[in-house]
């Protein structure tokens, strides 16, 4: 089965940074595209960005696009969300998700979640 915890959410001004880690107990880590969504207060679950388990391409939501970056260390089974100039409006749960030979964005097609890191952002 597939364990996933996240850390490194917290409390942040606006303009300023965060690295989320989110660190997988499986043995085949490298077949595993990996994503990051998040959940405000009272509104859907959204995609974030995701990485892709056979090339290690990138995708992101245009809301993030130019200040997010997701990397991926293979060796350690750890997917990263490095966050720069934050803003209010990315205040959420932001949740860790596997998807097994995957190429889909789609919250659907991520079956094992983490528990989430709550990332908040003051104005």
């Known amino acids: 089965q597939v364990q996933l915890v996240e850390s490194g959410g917290g409390l942040v001004q606006a303009g300023g940074s965060l690295r989320l880690s989110c660190v997988a107990s499986?043995?085949?880590?490298?077949?595993?595209?990996m994503g990051w969504f998040r959940q405000a207060p009272g509104k859907e679950r959204v995609f974030v960005a995701t990485?892709?388990?056979?090339?290690?391409?990138?995708y992101y939501a245009d809301s993030v696009k130019g200040r997010f970056t997701i990397s991926r260390d293979n060796a350690k089974n750890t997917v990263y969300l490095q966050m720069n100039s934050l803003k209010p409006e990315d205040t959420a749960v932001y949740y860790c998700?596997?998807?097994?030979?995957?190429?889909?964005?789609?919250?659907?097609?991520?079956?094992?979640w983490g528990q989430g890191t709550q990332v908040t952002v003051s104005s």
């Open positions: 499986v043995r085949t880590f490298s077949t595993y595209s």
């Open positions: 990485i892709v388990w056979s090339d290690s391409s990138t």
């Open positions: 998700a596997a998807q097994k030979f995957g190429y889909r964005s789609d919250y659907q097609s991520y079956r094992y």
